[in-house]
């Protein structure tokens, strides 16, 4: 059984239990959420050693990292270090997107790599196996993938059903057109045959793989906006109609669900567009890329991103997919990996506390109670980077006569530190109310 299934019959799996656990709500709780599919965990049986993670509004939001090689850079260990390094950085999902040759014995290192669910686009794989300067996606190869990568341990997939053959001239009026790279791939094919998307007609026989090896469907947004302007379009909402459909019908075959959700929406359109979401798809877990909200900020797009994701988080996503300062510029490294990943986890617990998610502000009201009382230590193994925190800490310390003084910062000095003062006029107060 599904998990899906097995909650449908009121049956509390192991995995079920451990989400319970490390959210802290009960098993029924993460049991009734999945069996209405308003949760998921991606779990297929054949990854090992993976720990089950609860995707849905009841529990913290979570995080994905996108990693993989491309055609002109990288390889499998550079993946594999990436890998160890979204991990560390909290990461509690990892794609592995990668294209060009050997990417199932990429894929498999991840796997064997990875304690974290890990997710595919198997559509990259289908293009990249076949031959020619620009291959056409064979749909019966396209089959004949998802069900090599459900055997070989793959815990979600992302499939771009919902582009239909009638979106594709809305989506020609948009300033930036298609930017999903799996979008633009089935777009092609459909041009080329004047046929509908293969993924949508053939649907059930799609359904039949992922439900005998427990994949969750991560729905596409191939008609996600690339730019401001074409933001919240026709093109876009035509798609996620779709969607809505192809939710329903997951959860009827007993497949865990979940939807993506739009690249580049102003910030002023962000509610609107979560709020429609979990609307149109009956309350599936909304995973987001972003938002971005600005265009002209290449190499900040992790943090013009983040806050977009903040609000997403807010509003209604339930998964943030991870954009690093590389976007829309390149690969990106090991250090921009790791600052996608921070900036990510800090827009998922502000989300979490602005939604007054029940514990979420625990963290931060025990920071507080750290510095009040200049616990250092306390302070770094409470931020989310602590590496970085501590580290630049010393750093100020190294360039100071004063050292080994631990009651104030180098922001404002012993004698301007307002923490101190503070203190100082507690103490007062006290002394006077006697």
Avoid at 17 to 45: F, K, Y
Avoid at 229 to 235: G, P, V, W, Y
Avoid at 405 to 418: L, P, R, T, V
Wanted: with cysteine.
């Amino acid at each position: 059984m599904t998990q899906l299934e097995a909650a449908k019959q009121g049956i509390v799996t192991e995995a079920m239990l451990r989400v319970a656990s490390v959210e802290r709500v009960s098993p029924e709780t993460v049991r009734d959420a999945v069996a209405a599919g308003t949760a998921v965990i991606p779990l297929n049986p054949a990854h090992r050693n993976v720990e089950p993670v609860g995707v849905g509004r009841m529990f913290t939001t979570k995080i994905n990292a996108n990693l993989g090689r491309s055609v002109t850079h990288s390889g499998k260990g550079d993946e594999l270090e990436k890998l160890d390094i979204a991990l560390r950085a909290g990461a509690d999902f990892v794609m592995d997107l990668s294209v060009g040759a050997d990417v199932k014995n990429i894929r498999q290192g991840m796997l064997d790599a990875s304690c974290k669910p890990l997710g595919t686009v198997p559509v990259y794989e289908t293009v990249s196996r076949l031959a020619g300067d620009v291959p056409q996606m064979d749909p019966g190869l396209l089959l004949d993938v998802i069900r090599e990568q459900a055997e070989q341990g793959v815990d979600f997939m992302t499939l771009h059903a919902g582009l239909l053959l009638r979106h594709i001239p809305e989506a020609m009026k948009r300033k930036m057109g298609i930017v999903s790279r799996g979008g633009s791939i089935m777009a092609e094919w459909m041009m080329e045959h004047r046929c509908e998307n293969p993924l949508y007609t053939r649907w059930d026989e799609v359904m039949e793989i992922l439900a005998k090896h427990d994949v969750t469907v991560s729905l596409g947004d191939g008609l996600r906006p690339g730019c401001l302007a074409d933001a919240s379009d026709t093109a876009q909402f035509g798609e996620l109609d779709v969607l809505g459909e192809l939710v329903d019908r997951c959860r009827a075959r007993g497949v865990q669900v979940m939807v993506e959700g739009p690249g580049h929406v102003p910030f002023n359109q962000i509610q609107m567009n979560m709020e429609r979401e979990q609307e149109v798809c009956h309350g599936a877990p909304f995973y987001v890329l972003g938002p971005v909200v600005t265009d002209i900020a290449p190499g900040y797009d992790h943090l013009v991103s983040a806050i977009g994701a903040t609000a997403a988080a807010t509003y209604g996503a339930s998964l943030l997919c991870y954009v690093t300062p590389a976007e829309h510029l390149g690969l990106p490294d090991g250090e921009e990996v790791h600052q996608g990943c921070i900036a990510y986890k800090i827009a998922a617990h502000a989300g979490d506390v602005a939604r007054g998610l029940p514990g979420a502000r625990n963290r931060d009201d025990a920071m507080s109670d750290a510095r009040k009382v200049f616990d250092w230590d306390r302070q770094f193994s409470l931020a989310l980077d602590p590496e970085r925190a501590r580290a630049r800490w010393l750093r100020t310390r190294a360039f100071t006569d004063e050292a080994h003084s631990d009651d104030h910062c180098s922001m404002c000095g012993k004698e301007f530190c307002a923490v101190r003062t503070s203190r100082r006029i507690r103490e007062l107060a006290e002394s006077l109310g006697k």
